[in-house]
């Protein structure tokens, strides 16, 4: 853990200095900021280093937003609906850490409720504040730290790994009992989609551009 903090703080550090590495042959190259559309290519290999988006604010931010709104429904919402012999259960995100610690598990409750719900959460809340913060065109001494921060937590956030497993969960549940898929997944779904979406749409050296910019004193 303490290894993957360090390289998280060295790429911002990077970042924010306006250095690149090449992903491919580890070239460190400093870069300028880049046009819509345009490219930006290692020297050594032509690996690709960064490709400017047409909306390098706006759109992370629409995606962010949107994941924010599905965060409820699929937390809440129904996931699955089981009927074994006769008995019936609904099965729900929050549900799921609850019957962990009811069932003498409190520290694995406490894992997945961090990894899935609170660390999901919070980066996508504090990366909708800096990205709507830049989209004003309004500085904030605070929108450093809390970028800083998006990041650090981004490495703890695992929607991924819980779709994984829910649905080995689903497969190996199919022979035993009477599956229903709730509403609850389809949200679910959704906000992982949106979720990655506005990572993969994110360039952290444009927001650091523009945080660095509007924070100038």
Request: hydrophobic letters at 55%; glycine letters at 8%.
């Amino acid at each position: 853990m303490a290894g993957m903090k360090k390289g998280a703080d060295v790429e911002q550090a990077m970042e924010k200095s306006g250095l690149a590495a090449c992903p491919q042959c580890d070239l460190l190259m400093t870069h300028s900021p880049l046009s819509a559309g345009q490219r930006a290519v290692c020297t050594r290999c032509g690996a690709l280093i960064r490709q400017a988006g047409a909306d390098p604010i706006g759109k992370p931010l629409a995606l962010t937003a949107a994941a924010l709104l599905l965060f409820v429904p699929a937390n809440f919402l129904p996931i699955l609906s089981l009927d074994i012999l006769g008995h019936s259960s609904v099965s729900t995100m929050v549900g799921a850490v609850q019957v962990l610690y009811t069932g003498g598990l409190a520290l694995v409750a406490l894992m997945v409720f961090f990894c899935s719900i609170l660390a999901p959460l919070a980066t996508m809340g504090l990366l909708f504040v800096v990205l709507f913060f830049l989209r004003l065109r309004r500085g904030a001494s605070f929108l450093p730290g809390i970028f800083r921060l998006t990041l650090h937590l981004d490495s703890w956030a695992m929607l991924e790994v819980y779709m994984i497993g829910l649905l080995v969960s689903i497969v190996k549940l199919l022979d035993m009992a009477r599956v229903e898929v709730g509403v609850g997944l389809f949200c679910f779904i959704g906000l992982l989609i949106t979720s990655l979406a506005a990572k993969a749409a994110l360039d952290r050296t444009v927001v650091w551009e523009e945080i660095e910019a509007l924070c100038r004193p």
